[in-house]
């Protein structure tokens, strides 16, 4: 019993261990890289600045969008003779600059989930990445900032089309008003000087 404990590699034991030798500083010296490239940016995603960003571009589409429903506005008022001085032209321009303030806000906030949500699938990214699963894709930020700007243009329009729908409504009324005081009208009595 008393024989050699120690059991010797054989030569296929021998190639393996170079084959993963290679395998290993291959890994180090170029996946390690790009796993420490996705971690980094997937914590910089989540940075107070990316969320701003996502912000203030998502402001930036809504102004721009807004800015054009205003002046589409103004030049359909002006075209039906709405005095710009009166209430109703100032309470068209009011009601959608309030719009613009509400679905703005809406849309920040919303902009700034997405942005979270990109966080987290990031993270997941690398989650995945350690396990050796496929990683999934994620939204960037300008695929947010494009969905931003079609929702502003969107709401923009929508708002604009319900004050051009309301001022028709007020114009349909007013005319109907008008045209039945003409059609009522007594006729005037002929004096006795005639």
């Not at 914590?43 to 721009?64: E, P």
């Not at 719009?99 to 906030?109: F, L, M, R």
Request: aromatic residues 6%.
């Amino acid at each position: 019993m008393g024989g050699d404990d120690k059991v010797e590699e054989t030569a296929y034991e021998k190639e393996l261990a170079k084959v993963y030798l290679e395998q290993w500083g291959y890994y180090k010296s170029n996946i390690v890289p790009v796993e420490n490239q996705v971690i980094e940016e997937a914590k910089a995603s989540n940075d107070a600045s990316v969320y701003q960003g996502i912000s203030d571009d998502t402001n930036l589409g809504y102004q721009r969008s807004f800015a054009q429903a205003g002046d589409s506005t103004t030049k359909q008022l002006t075209a039906n003779g709405v005095n710009p001085n009166s209430g109703k032209f100032k309470g068209a321009i009011n009601s959608l600059s309030d719009i613009e303030g509400s679905v703005s806000a809406d849309a920040k906030s919303r902009s700034q989930i997405a942005g979270q949500e990109r966080h987290i699938d990031k993270m997941s990214n690398v989650m995945a990445m350690g396990q050796g699963e496929a990683q999934q894709a994620v939204s960037s930020l300008n695929d947010i900032a494009v969905n931003s700007q079609r929702k502003a243009i969107n709401d923009a329009s929508i708002s604009s089309q319900k004050s051009a729908n309301t001022l028709s409504a007020v114009g349909a009324l007013g005319g109907a008003y008008a045209s039945h005081y003409l059609n009522n009208k007594k006729p005037e009595l002929a004096s006795d000087d005639d």
